[in-house]
C-alpha cells in the first residue's frame, strides 16, 4: 500500500510568483484535503477536493485553487506569493469524502522571500 | 466558527510516567476529535479518535476521554517511551470530515 506522497519536498519562491504543489493520494483513497501549517502552529485547513471538485473550503483567498485529477491525485496553486504564504503545506487523504480519518503526506515546505 | 485550545504547549515527563494533553473546543456541533503525532520532517500521523456518541476509547498505552458537556477532550499517554517524544495535535469537526479545527499543539519530551 501506498502512503500519500508530495512533491517538491522544499521550495523557495520570492513574492509576488506563482507555485504549484502536487500530491498523490494514497492507494483506494478518492478524497484529498490541503492544509497549511506555519511554524509553530496546528495545520489549518484549505479545500478539500471529492470527485474532481472542490468540496469544502477554509478561510483563505481565491488566489489559492486547487485541482484533483481522475486518478484522486491533486494540485495546490498558490497566485501573487506572499511573504505570510511561507509554511508547511500538508495534503492528506481519506477513503471517502464522508470519512474522517486523514492520512497526511510529510509536506512541502514553501519559503517566500 | 470553532476555536481548539490545547494544554499544556510543553510537557517533560520521566520514561515510564504518564502523560495528560488536554484540548477545549467551542462548537458544540463538534462530534469528531482525533489525536494525531508530529515527528520532526513528517506529516501528522492519526494517533487515536473518538467520536461524541463515546466518552471513552483506548488503544493499548494510549487513551482518549472526551467531556461532550464541558466540552473539553484529553489525551492520556501510559508507561511513556523515548520515541512517544513528539509534537501532538487535537482536532475538532463537525462535517464530515472536513475543515479540521487543529489545536497549536503540545510538545513531549520522554526524557531517558
Known amino acids: 500500500e501506498t502512503g500519500v506522497t508530495q512533491s517538491p519536498t522544499h521550495l523557495i519562491k520570492t513574492r509576488g510568483q506563482q507555485v504549484t504543489l502536487r500530491c498523490s493520494s494514497q492507494s483506494g483513497h478518492n478524497t484529498v484535503s490541503w492544509y497549511q501549517q506555519a511554524l509553530g502552529q496546528g495545520p489549518q485547513f484549505i479545500f478539500q477536493?471529492?470527485?474532481?471538485?472542490?468540496?469544502g473550503r477554509g478561510n483563505f483567498p481565491p488566489r489559492f485553487s486547487g485541482l484533483q485529477f481522475p486518478n484522486y491525485s491533486s494540485e495546490l496553486n498558490v497566485n501573487a506569493l506572499e511573504l505570510d504564504d511561507s509554511a508547511l503545506y500538508l495534503c492528506?487523504?481519506?477513503?471517502?469524502?464522508?470519512?474522517?480519518?486523514?492520512?497526511f503526506g510529510s509536506g512541502t515546505q514553501l519559503s517566500v522571500l | 466558527g470553532e476555536n481548539v485550545e490545547q494544554h499544556p504547549s510543553t510537557l517533560s515527563v520521566q520514561e515510564g510516567d504518564s502523560a495528560v494533553i488536554k484540548c477545549t473546543y467551542s462548537?458544540?456541533?463538534?462530534?469528531?476529535f482525533p489525536w494525531y503525532k508530529q515527528e520532526l520532517g513528517k506529516g501528522p500521523q492519526l494517533i487515536i479518535d473518538i467520536r461524541s456518541n463515546v466518552g471513552e476509547k483506548k488503544d493499548q498505552r494510549i487513551a482518549v476521554t472526551l467531556n461532550k458537556t464541558a466540552k473539553h477532550f484529553s489525551l492520556h499517554i501510559t508507561e511513556t517511551q523515548p520515541e512517544d517524544s513528539a509534537v501532538y495535535f487535537c482536532?475538532?469537526?463537525?462535517?464530515?470530515?472536513?475543515?479540521?479545527?487543529f489545536g497549536p499543539g503540545t510538545r513531549l519530551s520522554v526524557l531517558p
Open positions: 492528506a487523504s481519506s477513503l471517502t469524502a464522508s470519512n474522517e480519518k486523514l492520512f
Open positions: 477536493y471529492y470527485r474532481e471538485e472542490e468540496n
Open positions: 482536532a475538532a469537526t463537525d462535517n464530515y470530515g472536513q475543515n479540521f479545527v
Open positions: 462548537d458544540s456541533a463538534s462530534n469528531y
